[in-house]
């Protein structure tokens, strides 16, 4: 869910909020725990994007930080997902040369997979997003 309204550019905070509860296990059964896998990773990446989105960019370096120590090196997809969340992050805060660093880098990681898609989409966009900026006040230099 915090994942889905951080897409839509819905109520940050309450992608906040549904982020503070990732970690909480309360009433899941061992197998759902187990699926879950370490939500560490979700819980810091996915932190950072709502901090970012509502503001609070003092906080969004050290939760990337954490998410990325937090992911399995082992693991492509799940370090495409928390750099694709550090670039949105970095987005949301209109940084756009650090989000498009962990954009590639999802893409790196995971290519043909869900993230990578999203982070090429992402990549696209913020190209499209940057050459916009850029076009009307070089016109409006000449």
């Known amino acids: 869910?915090?994942?889905?309204?951080?897409?839509?550019?819905?109520?940050?905070?309450?992608?906040l909020q549904y982020v503070e509860s990732i970690?909480?296990?309360?009433?899941?059964s061992r197998l759902q725990v187990k699926n879950n896998g370490r939500p560490q990773d979700d819980y810091w990446a996915l932190k950072a994007w709502a901090l970012a989105s509502i503001g609070r960019?003092?906080?969004?370096?050290?939760?990337?930080?954490?998410?990325?120590?937090?992911?399995n090196p082992k693991s492509p997809p799940d370090l495409a997902a928390?750099?694709?969340?550090?670039?949105?992050?970095?987005?949301a805060l209109g940084n756009v040369l650090e989000a498009k660093d962990h954009f590639r880098r999802a893409v790196e990681f995971d290519p043909q997979g869900r993230r990578g898609k999203?982070?090429?989409?992402?990549?696209?966009e913020t190209n499209v997003w940057r050459a916009?900026?850029?076009?009307?006040q070089a016109l409006a230099r000449s």
């Open 1 to 15: 869910m915090a994942e889905m309204l951080l897409r839509q550019g819905k109520d940050p905070q309450k992608a």
């Open 23 to 28: 970690i909480d296990f309360a009433g899941l």
């Open 57 to 71: 960019s003092s906080e969004v370096a050290a939760a990337i930080e954490k998410a990325l120590e937090a992911t």
């Open 82 to 91: 928390t750099h694709y969340r550090a670039g949105m992050a970095m987005q």
């Open 118 to 124: 999203l982070a090429s989409a992402a990549l696209r």
């Open 132 to 136: 916009r900026v850029t076009e009307p």
